[in-house]
Structure formats: C-alpha cells, structure tokens
C-alpha cells in the first residue's frame, strides 16, 4: 500500500534508510527527516507491505524545480516492483505541481538503480562533484560578512529575488528562513557595495551534511567564496557543485579536493532551463545544482 509519509513514520525510515545505504548505525535524526518531509509533503511517500514500510521517498520544490531523493528500497524486497512504484508517485506529483524540471541522483556505479531510473523516465545529464576541505586549506576573515540572523528579512527577501530573477524562478528563501531558524546552522551573508546582499553560505550538519549556498552573478565568485567560507565552522567540510557551472568548478580547484561524484538524471521532457549550460553561476546544492 502507498501512503503519504507522515512524522510518526520517521523511526521506521530512519531504520530502513540505514538499511539502505549501509550507514553502519549513524541513522538520520527525526529532524532531518522533518526537513525533508517539509518542504513538500505532498510530493514524499511510504510503501507498506506486509504492515512494514519497504520503501520511501522524499520530494522537494524550489521555484519550478522539483527534485526527488532521497529515496530507498528494502535490501531483502528489491526486483519486485517497489522502487518503480514509489519513484513513480513522486515523479507523477512533481508534474502535477507543475515543475518545468524534475530531476534525481544516483551514485554512477550503481547500474540497477540507473536502469530503474530510465525505466521510470529518467536520463542521464551533468554529474554533481562532492569536495572535501583540504587540510591546509585556509581563508581570511572578511568584514563584509554578516550573520543572516542579524539582517532585516527585507534584505533577504531582496537578494532571493534577484537570484531567482537570474535562476529561472528558483527560490532559496524558505530554506533561508528555515537555517536561519535552526539553533545549529551557522549562515552568512556577503554585503557588497551599496549595502547589497551578494551571495550566502550556510552550513546546518542536523539538516543537510554539506555547505550549501548561491550568489548573484555581478560579483568576485571566489572573493565572496573565500570571505563566506571563513565563518563556516567544522571539521569536516564538505561542498556539493554540479559539473555544469564551470566557474564554481574552477573555484573548488583551489581549495577542496574531489570525494564523490553522482550522476544527475533528469526526467524526460521535463528538463526545463536546466540542460541549459550557464558557467557562470554558482549554486551549491544537490537538489538545485
């Protein structure tokens, strides 16, 4: 039976999703999964069979983008048309809500899971590179950076419109709003000339395991970059760029080293501006990038 996914699911799937992807018993907290659950609720589902969850799948909406993942199958139940149907439900939802791009990740060698994907719509386009901090890797201060939990919303609410004026409807600001509500996210803004909000870095370990952030185009990528990058705390810091944007690419060179890469698969008709190559912007998020 498919249902929508609910809060009181969430040790099930935390179980499941350590199942999964063999995370040797470090599970997902019940906040990550409300995260995940609340962006887009409508779009995340459960499979119940034999009155246990086997399946799940978590979808998400940022402008006109709609990105499904993660998603996971139980180990022992796998080839019996689970996946299929879980994945599909997402993908149908994200259509229905009108995303002109949906898309997902997958890890390259994984070739069941990519032959899933292309069963259900789904083609593959640019892989998304994970870098790791170099350990000698290290930045100045800058005193253009400000706590965003210090800034006027207005301000906020200002630069997401640019940004999404030049993303093609791509919004940041509830996940902005919700980092800046979290007691653990450490996000940061560059105020640049004119008292303009540039670009953000945020970092929030309970939510999302990467540092994730964008910037307008008219500015210093690597000056904004280095001076946000040097409030972010942690040891062990880790980025997500998609391969696309080249400039952001370029940066990475510099100061981080290459972990992992994952393929993107885009669903078929439905890639929206995203096969568009643009190098100049720089948005690190998995499911934006």
């Known amino acids: 039976m498919l ?3 609910n809060k009181d699911m969430f040790e099930s799937i935390s179980v499941l999703d350590n199942d999964c992807f063999n995370r040797e018993g470090n599970f997902r907290s019940a906040e990550n999964l409300g995260e995940l659950l609340s962006n887009y609720p409508e779009g995340c589902f ?3 069979h034999d009155n246990e969850i086997v399946a799940y799948t978590f979808s998400r909406i940022l402008g006109g983008v709609g990105f499904i993942g993660p998603l996971g199958v139980k180990s022992a139940l796998r080839g019996k048309g689970f996946g299929k149907a879980i994945v599909e439900a997402s993908r149908d939802t994200l259509i229905k809500a ?6 997902l990740e997958v890890a390259p060698d994984k070739s069941n899971n990519i032959g899933l994907y292309q069963k259900t719509g789904f083609f593959p386009a640019f892989p998304t590179i994970t870098y790791r901090k170099k350990a000698d890797f290290k930045t100045a201060g800058s005193d253009k950076v400000i706590n965003a939990k210090e800034i006027d919303a207005r301000f906020i609410s200002a630069f997401d ?6 993303h093609q409807g791509y919004s940041l600001l509830k996940d902005i709003e919700s980092a800046i509500s979290h007691k653990g996210s450490g996000i ?3 105020k640049d000339r004119d008292d303009i909000l540039a670009g953000f870095l945020c970092y929030s370990p309970l939510i999302c395991p990467f540092i994730w952030g964008a910037f307008l185009r008219d500015y210093s990528r690597k000056e904004v970059f280095e001076a946000l990058f040097s409030k972010i705390e942690g040891d062990e810091l880790k980025i997500r760029i998609n391969s696309r944007y080249k400039k952001a690419i370029g940066i990475m060179g ?3 080293e290459v972990e992992r890469v994952m393929l993107r698969m885009m669903l078929k008709g439905y890639e929206g501006e995203y096969m568009s190559l643009d190098e100049s912007s720089f948005v690190a998020r998995s499911w934006v990038g």
């Open 254 to 256: 510099n100061s981080f």
């Open 161 to 166: 419109r640019s940004f999404s004026a030049e």
């Open 188 to 190: 940061y803004f560059y």
């Open 98 to 103: 009108g995303c002109s791009s949906i898309g």
């Open 3 to 5: 249902t929508l996914m």
């Open 46 to 48: 459960a499979l119940i």
